[in-house]
């Protein structure tokens, strides 16, 4: 009997945003582009997949008033938002957080390129005619990289995953209203 239920006219992005007491829960909503990149598939020209990376994404620009809650949208749903000391608590407790992750990130794209610098090598042994016992060496090194780069992105993966769902867990479907 009250009148309609008005939209919004401010987003939860934008309302976290603004809020400093909301700044670090915000700033695990956002991410971080180098990490999402180095763990998503890459296709032969080596470009990261973007359906893949959308998936650890909280946010979104859909056409709302800035950016959306992905899996919602722009209509009914509560967030219920940790203040920072909760974060620091949650670090405390072994959440990953952002920057640690962007770090080790780094260091997968170094072994990346060293792995690239490896292979350069190999092929140029195999073109100089190298022995086959050195050449077996030079790809067992690379075989190697390989295997410690898989390792530490699954590992980086399985990071990023649980910040995407302790954020996520705070997300209810449907609205909850406490005033008429």
């Known amino acids: 009997d009250a009148g309609m239920i008005q939209p919004p006219t401010q987003s939860v992005y934008k309302v976290m945003k603004d809020n400093p007491d909301f700044s670090k829960f915000y700033e695990l909503c956002i991410g971080s582009a180098t990490v999402l990149n180095t763990i998503a598939p890459v296709d032969k020209q080596g470009v990261a997949n973007q359906d893949s990376i959308k998936r650890y994404m909280i946010f979104e620009n859909l056409g709302g008033l800035d950016q959306n809650v992905r899996t919602f949208n722009t209509y009914h749903y509560t967030v219920y938002v940790p203040t920072n000391e909760s974060i620091d608590e949650a670090y405390a407790a072994g959440l990953p957080n952002w920057l640690d992750m962007e770090t080790?990130?780094?260091?997968?794209?170094?072994?990346?390129?060293?792995?690239?610098?490896?292979?350069?090598?190999?092929?140029?042994?195999?073109?100089?005619?190298?022995?086959?016992?050195?050449?077996?060496?030079?790809?067992?090194?690379?075989?190697?990289?390989?295997?410690?780069?898989?390792?530490?992105?699954?590992?980086?993966?399985?990071?990023?995953?649980?910040?995407?769902?302790?954020?996520?867990?705070?997300?209810?479907?449907?609205?909850?209203?406490?005033?008429?």
């Open 104 to 180: 080790e990130a780094e260091a997968i794209e170094e072994l990346k390129l060293n792995k690239k610098d490896k292979e350069e090598a190999l092929d140029n042994l195999k073109s100089e005619g190298a022995s086959q016992e050195i050449i077996d060496a030079a790809q067992a090194e690379i075989d190697a990289l390989g295997a410690e780069i898989a390792a530490r992105i699954a590992v980086l993966k399985k990071d990023v995953e649980l910040v995407v769902n302790f954020t996520k867990y705070h997300f209810q479907d449907n609205s909850v209203y406490v005033d008429n």
